[in-house]
Nanobody, 121 residues
């Protein structure tokens, strides 16, 4: 079983910054890609950013230039630095990781519970 500990969400004014963290723990043999998604009110979940095990990153157009994804593979942790936040960034942010729980198991995606980010004056 794989668990996630997410932190860093909260209330921030427009133009402010937040840093989200998501640490995976449990039966982990290897982690591949780690991603952040967000669930906007009344809308489908959307991909925010992803980072491969080799450090290759990708971003949605909505956050490119403002958000930075990074990871500490030794700690099985992914981060999302969010700068110049806008009210439209308000959402529940969820981390996900593609995990091998043993050397012979299939890759499987695991999801965190999410952390609320609210951007409002």
């Amino acid at each position: 079983q794989v668990q996630f500990a997410e932190s860093g969400g909260g209330l921030v004014q427009p133009g402010g910054s937040l840093r989200l963290s998501c640490a995976a723990s449990g039966s982990i043999f290897r982690i591949s890609t780690m991603r952040w998604f967000r669930q906007l009110p009344g809308k489908q979940c959307e991909l925010v950013a992803g980072i491969s095990s080799g450090g290759t990153t990708n971003y949605s157009d909505a956050v490119k230039g403002r958000f930075t994804i990074s990871r500490d593979s030794a700690k099985n942790t992914v981060y999302l630095q969010m700068n110049n936040l806008k009210p439209e960034d308000t959402a529940v942010y969820l981390c996900t990781a593609r995990v091998l729980v043993t050397s012979t198991a299939p890759w499987r995606d695991y999801w965190g519970q999410g952390t609320q980010v609210t951007v409002s004056s």
